[in-house]
C-alpha cells in the first residue's frame, strides 16, 4: 500500500499488550542488540516449544530441568521453506525463502530474578518472546528487548 509502513505502531503494540494482561518488554539497543532482522527473531521464536506442558528451567549446576539456564533459541543463517495458500485460488505454494533468517538472533532464557529455578510452558515462553520482538524489534526501534515476569 501506498505510504503504509512495515513497523507496527506504538498504539498497536500497547493494545496487544493490554489484551495480553502482561507488562511491555524494555527495549534496549545498547545492551540486547540493534539492526536486528524481524525475519531472523521470528525464525528463533519459531525454535521454543509451543504448548502447555509445564517446563521446569534452572541454574545448570543446581539440578535436573527440563531446560538449563541460561539457553537460547536461535536463528539460522540458511534458506527455509515456506507455504502460502493463494487467497483466490485456494493452491498451496512451496517455495525457498532465502531472506528469511541471517542467523543474528538469539532468544535468551536467563536465571529467574528470585530464586535458581522457575517453572512455565512453553506457550508462555514463546509468548513473552513474541511480546518483545513485536515490541523491540517490530516496531522502528528494531533493537532487542527484555521481558520479565513470565
Known amino acids: ?47 521454543i516449544p509451543r504448548d502447555q506442558r509445564e517446563i521446569t528451567f534452572g541454574k545448570r549446576s543446581r539440578g535436573q530441568w527440563n531446560i538449563n539456564l541460561p539457553h537460547r533459541f536461535l536463528s539460522r543463517a540458511s534458506p527455509t521453506l515456506s507455504t502460502n495458500v493463494s487467497m483466490e485460488t485456494g493452491v498451496r505454494l512451496t517455495f ?32 513473552a518472546a513474541w511480546a518483545v520482538i513485536m ?5 522502528y526501534k528494531q533493537e532487542g528487548g527484555r521481558a520479565d515476569g513470565i
Not at 99 to 113: L, M, N, S, V
Not at 117 to 125: A, K, R, V
Open 1 to 47: 500500500m501506498p505510504g503504509s509502513t512495515p513497523f507496527a505502531s506504538i498504539n498497536e503494540v500497547e493494545k496487544t499488550f493490554k489484551k495480553l494482561a502482561f507488562k511491555p518488554p524494555t527495549c534496549d539497543g545498547s545492551r540486547y542488540g540493534r539492526s536486528l532482522q524481524t525475519a531472523s527473531c521470528q525464525e528463533a521464536l519459531l525454535a
Open 96 to 127: 525457498l525463502d532465502c531472506r528469511t533468517a541471517d542467523g543474528t538472533c538469539a532468544i535468551e532464557i536467563t536465571e529467574p530474578a528470585v530464586g535458581f529455578m522457575d517453572i512455565s510452558s512453553g506457550f508462555e515462553l514463546a509468548r
Open 135 to 139: 515490541s523491540c524489534v517490530y516496531t
